[in-house]
DNA sequence: CTGTGTGAAGCTTTTCACAGCG
DNA sequence: CGCTGTGAAAAGCTTCACACAG
């Protein structure tokens, strides 16, 4: 049932149910039930079927499902299953430290391009790459059919890098910015921002 | 109200509300209405009023907010109105990342040690602070009165690691690793997996 | 008038519970 | 039997709309 649309909190559950499967795969099992995957996940078995079966039908009854075949789904399903080349915006130290980062040294996210408006920046070298001026983002985007950036830029530029991008096309942002972008409905953005993760949690101290 | 418990996505909606203030105030604001503070942070006007009533009553009728005071107030429900004390588990590239970070650095959160399990790293610094073993996990937890810990150790430690810091007392947990820790029900635990959030993103492509 | 605070309505998400299949 | 898939019920969250205050 792809027809009726799919909240995102299920998208974002998919994520973790994933993580979960390839680590009993890893463990060498095969099947795994609701129950199971639920007690891993954090959620509960009933959510795990219900989120499941707005994709389709996935699992054997009296059986449950299959780990290897559930894995390849929710990667098709989350198009995960190919690679996708992403930009990224701000060479300071936390540029670095996601060029550097082994998921996107050696995953199916890889960083194809890194820029900064730093004149200062510019040709010097960042892990394997290059930086490159912001005249050129365009450029790039165009040319290595780039759909998604992660924006590691400070706060008062964000917004200003982020309309750049959007007019280039680009239609996912990661945003390691702490603040909200103004971004038109059709371009996705997600925020990283571990001051805003401590302060919902201090609530609860 | 608040005797009857607040969604947690209420309370992850403040950090944002307070980062829209903020950034108001600078602008040289003094008051704001729900309207604007929703506009700004990407919610609606009457979600922006009821989210703030299960605190109290903040606002004043025909006006709109104060600034400065709405600040404080949240500031106070948050309770970030005060310093708070992290340890930071795991001193590879993140970890560096993580101690030279702005916010971390002069914040309001303040990595007070810094631990890892590798004795190669033990005794060497980061940034302006000695990488401490394992073993003194539970000394510096009690000595410091720490109730926060950032994990920022491989996804194969990761487990392990937050049952010894449930053990000394941790309370809250950030987690860099991209998986999701078991831990019982009084233990809050945030995530933060760049790669997860893309994941999520690719599915809107 | 403008804009808050808030019950009540409307909508979404989660849980329940059970038919049905292996 | 065990466990999925799924309508129906319950719970939770968001929006509406309006009384009321400045």
Redesign the interface.
Known sequence: MTQTSVP?VV??R???Y???LK?MAQRGEHVASSTEIGR???VSPAQVRKDLSHFGEFGRQGLGYEIGFLCTQIER????DQD?R?ILVGAG??G???M??G?FVT?R?QIVAVFDSDPAKVNTRVGQREILPMERLAEIIAERHV??A?LAVPATAAQHVADQLVACGV??I?SYA???L?TPRDV?V?Y?D????????????
Do not use: C
Not at 194 to 205: C, D, E, G, I
């Open positions: 995102d998208i974002r998919l994520t973790t994933l993580q979960t680590h891993w996940a954090g399903i989350l198009k995960i996708w992403l130290a936390l670095h430290a996601l550097n980062y998921a995953g996210f759909e998604i992660i239609r996912s990661l702490p603040i909200t103004n996705h997600r990283i571990p001051v805003a993760s401590l302060q919902t949690m201090t609530y609860y101290l």
